[in-house]
């Protein structure tokens, strides 16, 4: 079955960085969109980057320049670089995918940064 798992996530300061990760299994990895998606208390869940398996991204406006998504599709893997943090960025992020006509998601890591 489908499974993704982020890891990475923590308390930093602001202007620090993080890298998140999300383990991939399940299905043929290379072939599928990865999203990265987040969600701050009180809000709703919004996009924040998403990478085809030809590597080609695209990103929300608000994180734009200082986040940077990419793939290991030899590891199964997807990574959220994330730079000059904000603490408007602090929220649970969390991987996602589309297989058939199911959505999956990981359990979510919490990034909290700090002012």
């Known amino acids: 079955q489908v499974q993704l798992a982020e890891s990475g996530g923590g308390l930093v300061q602001a202007g620090g960085s993080l890298r998140l990760s999300c383990a991939a299994s399940?299905?043929?990895?290379?072939?599928?969109?990865m999203n990265w998606y987040r969600q701050a208390p009180g809000k709703q869940r919004e996009l924040v980057a998403s990478?085809?398996?030809?590597?080609?991204?695209s990103y929300a406006d608000s994180v734009k320049g200082r986040f940077t998504i990419s793939r290991d599709n030899a590891k199964n893997t997807v990574y959220l670089q994330m730079t000059s943090l904000k603490p408007e960025d602090t929220a649970v992020y969390y991987c996602?995918?589309?297989?058939?006509?199911?959505?999956?998601w990981g359990q979510g890591t919490q990034v909290t940064v700090s002012s």
């Open positions: 990478i085809t398996g030809a590597g080609t991204s």
């Open positions: 996602n995918t589309q297989h058939y006509r199911n959505v999956y």
């Open positions: 399940g299905f043929i990895f290379r072939l599928n969109i």
